[in-house]
């Protein structure tokens, strides 16, 4: 069973940063996808970012390309979203997946398998 487990969520002005974490139970992103999607209110949960499972390929939504890196630490069994130049309509419940081992997934929710329980992101005029 992976468990995820996102931090880093928090309140900033238009402009500033945020570095999101979400921690894996074992060794899960050394064989699985990572993927961070965002849920804003009223609205459906939507593709942020993800990295292939061998790390080799990043793939972003064009809200996110320019101003989010994703990154991973396989030893600290962690993934990171570098969030920069943040919008007001960045603002979001954000969630971190992970995919079926070895396998490349898709920007579809659906696809994705684990799942953790989100951290707010709410960015100010």
């Known amino acids: 069973q992976v468990q995820l487990v996102e931090s880093g969520g928090e309140l900033v002005q238009a402009g500033g940063s945020l570095r999101l974490t979400c921690a894996a139970s074992?060794?899960?992103?050394?064989?699985?996808?990572v993927g961070w999607f965002r849920q804003a209110p009223g609205k459906e949960r939507e593709f942020v970012a993800s990295?292939?499972?061998?790390?080799?390929?990043?793939y972003y939504a064009d809200s996110a390309k320019g101003r989010f890196t994703l990154s991973r630490d396989l030893a600290q069994n962690s993934a990171y979203l570098q969030m920069n130049t943040l919008k007001p309509e960045d603002t979001a419940v954000y969630f971190c997946?992970?995919?079926?081992?070895?396998?490349?997934?898709?920007?579809?929710?659906?696809?994705?398998?684990?799942w953790g329980q989100g951290t707010q992101v709410t960015v100010s005029e």
């Open positions: 074992g060794r899960t992103f050394g064989s699985r996808a």
């Open positions: 990295m292939a499972w061998s790390g080799d390929k990043t």
């Open positions: 997946a992970a995919g079926t081992p070895y396998h490349n997934m898709t920007q579809k929710e659906a696809d994705w398998r684990y």
